[in-house]
């Protein structure tokens, strides 16, 4: 073998050794994954509180509650597994959104307090869609989602601003907090007053499927 | 430029492409959050057409880089006579490369409506050795390397 190949040859087995290596490493340093689904002593009256956003049918059996956080990818996703879930057993689910910006997220509680201001004007779900759709959206930006969906603007830079708000959105992290969220998206799925944790959106679809078919 | 070094300069692409497309494979199969500056990655990841036959495409983009640097280490072992022969092999197989970004560049474009930058990144990277590889294949010194002193 020439040494222009065998140079080569041993440039390849170093960044497939390293690759490798790097990926063992990670995949054996990974951090232990809880329980994706828990059984939680929660009553649907410890977090259902009136003036939250919501959507579905108000009277179903089958109630999720979801925090979320609105710059985090996987929330996005596990947003739309709730539309489809919403369209596919419509009628029969009741969802309510409650807030959780996580730190790690620089904007993530601009878009919480953009999205509070939007639901004071009863723009709360299309001011989620925009921001899931542009997750990197700056405060001027936001500011043309709201002219977009047709709201007040002096009001929405003030509520966006505002004390009322800030609490709103203080007063969810706490309550998440309370009942063990700690990533976002989290969901609780309620049945009756029966309640389950699922952590993340991977399995929300897989939860939901067996209650929903049992259910009717 | 000469052969040798053209040669070594697809060979670096061919490595760099394996680098992206085995970490777009890896996240992928661990179902991380890919570090993108929007959310066009994940939804891109998360989008059916991200897997082929069950298999996800990064895969498959590992795999191509990894056989075009491995053609391009072994151009410079073969003798004249194959020369061209294996020129051609590497421009066959970069103008694959090429088609398959171009058609995974629409999907992102018109099917997913979301542009994932590390699949730019490859897209690059596959145009970058699709004209080299058309390069290599026309350069007269291709079947004139000098034989090891």
Known sequence: MKSESRFLFVMLGFVLVLGAGLAALSYYNRPPQPPAVRETEIKLSDLLVSGKPEKGNPNARVVIVEFSDLQCPSCSRGNDTIEQLLLRYEGKIRLVYRHYPLDIHERARMYAMAAEAAHRQGKFWEMQDLIFNEQNATQKRLEEFAKSLGLNLEQFRKDMNSREVAQVIAEDLATGQRFGVSSTPTYFLFVGDKGRMIKGHTSLAAEVQPVMEGDS | ?149
Request: charged content about 10%.
């Open chain 2, 1 to 149: 430029m000469s052969i040798i070094k053209l040669n070594r300069v697809m060979f670096a692409l061919a490595l760099a492409g394996m680098v992206v497309a085995g970490l777009l494979w890896y996240w992928h199969v661990q179902n991380a959050d890919i570090p993108c500056t929007n959310a066009g990655c994940d939804r891109v990841a998360q989008h059916p057409t991200s897997r082929l036959f069950g298999i996800p495409v990064a895969a498959y983009g590992t795999l191509f880089y990894l056989s075009f640097a491995v053609l391009c280490a072994v151009r410079p072992s073969v003798r004249e006579q194959r020369q061209r022969l294996l020129a051609s092999l590497v421009l066959l197989w970069g103008t694959v490369g090429f088609l398959v970004s171009v058609y995974l560049t629409y999907l992102e474009l018109f099917v997913i409506h979301a542009i994932c930058q590390w699949c730019v990144v490859s897209a690059i990277i596959a145009t970058a050795l699709f004209v080299l590889s058309a390069l290599a294949w026309r350069h007269p010194q291709a079947v004139t390397i000098p034989t090891e002193a």
